[in-house]
């Protein structure tokens, strides 16, 4: 009953540092968080030591994690995540936090905070059980891109497009790794877009008759024949 009391207290205290923290009040967000800190380590310590309900447990991890994201400590909050991973393996809440850190963390300029964010979605596609793997892959392939397309804006001279290369695996690995996935259907996307964007039609043409073979039933289809008729106009291939 005290570690119940602790975490809704906690929760609250959550709350109002994450509404100070979007209002800009940063101290006071920072207070409130150092508070819920305190209950839900009380929380924790008893979890552990006297072998209460995992799942009040594991809520506990969340909230904390939460907590430490409101002060910016992405650090200590990636710790927590690899804590719960290590007390309990399949939990289901650590694999989504890591993922919001990772995506917190791909937002940076600062290259080490996103070579952090790759290796954090590396991690998860590590992970035995994830449900977050899909995700997971096309951040990863985000970052590709978007690390290409800084390096072209750096050396503009010496190429007349970014190299792609490396993000258009990552896509097609996404797809072809997790197609149940609506990120599968992302993925594709990008990839077609982008070889409409060079020009390439007869590649984007032959990856939606692809498209349409392995999906036949897939929600995006519409997309990807609007695109389809883009390619086959941009070719004058009216009978498509």
């Given amino acids: 009953l005290k570690a119940r009391k602790s975490l809704i207290e906690a929760k609250i205290f959550l709350k109002l540092g994450q509404v100070f923290k979007e209002v800009g009040l940063k101290a006071k967000a920072t207070a409130k968080a150092d508070e819920g800190l305190e209950l839900?380590?009380?929380?924790?310590?008893?979890?552990?030591?006297?072998?209460?309900?995992?799942?009040?447990?594991?809520?506990?991890?969340?909230?904390?994690?939460?907590?430490?994201?409101?002060q910016d400590k992405l650090n200590e909050a990636i710790s927590v995540c690899h804590n719960l991973i290590r007390l309990?393996?399949?939990?289901?809440?650590?694999?989504h936090a890591l993922l919001r850190i990772g995506i917190a963390r791909m937002a940076a300029k600062d290259l080490d905070e996103r070579k952090e964010a790759s290796s954090i979605f590396q991690s998860l596609l590590r992970l035995p059980n994830s449900a977050v793997k899909a995700e997971a892959q096309y951040?990863?392939?985000?970052?590709?891109?978007?690390?290409?397309?800084?390096?072209?804006?750096?050396?503009?001279?010496?190429?007349?497009?970014?190299?792609?290369s490396a993000a258009l695996r990552a896509y097609k690995a996404c797809a072809d790794g997790y197609p149940e996935s609506p990120f599968?259907?992302?993925?594709?996307?990008?990839?077609?877009s982008y070889y409409i964007q060079v020009k390439d039609y007869r590649r984007a043409?032959?990856?939606?008759?692809?498209?349409?073979?392995?999906?036949?039933?897939?929600a995006f289809l519409d997309s990807m024949l609007f695109k389809w008729a883009v390619a086959s106009y941009r070719l004058s291939d009216y009978s498509t």
């Fill in 205 to 218: 043409i032959e990856l939606m008759e692809q498209v349409f073979q392995d999906y036949p039933d897939a």
């Fill in 88 to 95: 309990f393996p399949n939990s289901s809440l650590a694999d």
């Fill in 184 to 192: 599968a259907a992302e993925a594709l996307d990008k990839i077609s």
């Fill in 40 to 70: 839900v380590e009380e929380v924790v310590r008893i979890g552990i030591k006297a072998g209460i309900d995992r799942g009040l447990v594991e809520e506990a991890f969340n909230v904390k994690w939460e907590l430490l994201l409101v």
């Fill in 139 to 164: 951040r990863l392939a985000e970052i590709a891109a978007e690390d290409a397309l800084a390096q072209w804006e750096k050396n503009k001279s010496r190429a007349a497009r970014p190299n792609m």
